[in-house]
Nanobody, 122 residues
Framework: QVQLVESGGGLVQTGGSLTLSCEVS????????MGWFRQAPGKEREFVAA????????HYGSFVKDRFTISRDVAENTVYLQMSNLKPEDTAIYYC???????????????WGQGTQVTVSS
């Protein structure tokens, strides 16, 4: 079984920064891609970023525009999302997800965390 635990969310002012962490426990074999998604109230879940576990190749949602950076620490089994120049529209619950099946580019991940709230005040 795989478990994902996000942390690092909170309240920040416009223009501020936050770094989210996602600690992964359980099966490491076959871990393909780790991703971050977000969901704001009344809106659909949105892809934020993804990183291949072995190669570290990064992918970002179109709205990110160099404000966010995804990274991973293989030894610590942790994925990070560094967010800067935050805007009120970035307010959402941010979820970490793990892909083992290879369908990550279809938005299909096998395991999800419980989410961490990010609130950006204006």
């Amino acid at each position: 079984q795989v478990q994902l635990v996000e942390s690092g969310g909170g309240l920040v002012q416009t223009g501020g920064s936050l770094t989210l962490s996602c600690e992964v426990s359980g099966r490491a074999s076959g871990r393909n891609v780790m991703g971050w998604f977000r969901q704001a109230p009344g809106k659909e879940r949105e892809f934020v970023a993804a990183i291949t576990w072995n190669g570290g190749n990064e992918h970002y949602g179109s709205f990110v525009k160099d404000r966010f950076t995804i990274s991973r620490d293989v030894a610590e089994n942790t994925v990070y999302l560094q967010m800067s120049n935050l805007k009120p529209e970035d307010t959402a619950i941010y979820y970490c997800a793990a892909d083992y099946s290879g369908d990550w580019n279809l938005g299909k991940y096998d395991y999800w965390g419980q989410g961490t709230q990010v609130t950006v005040s204006s």
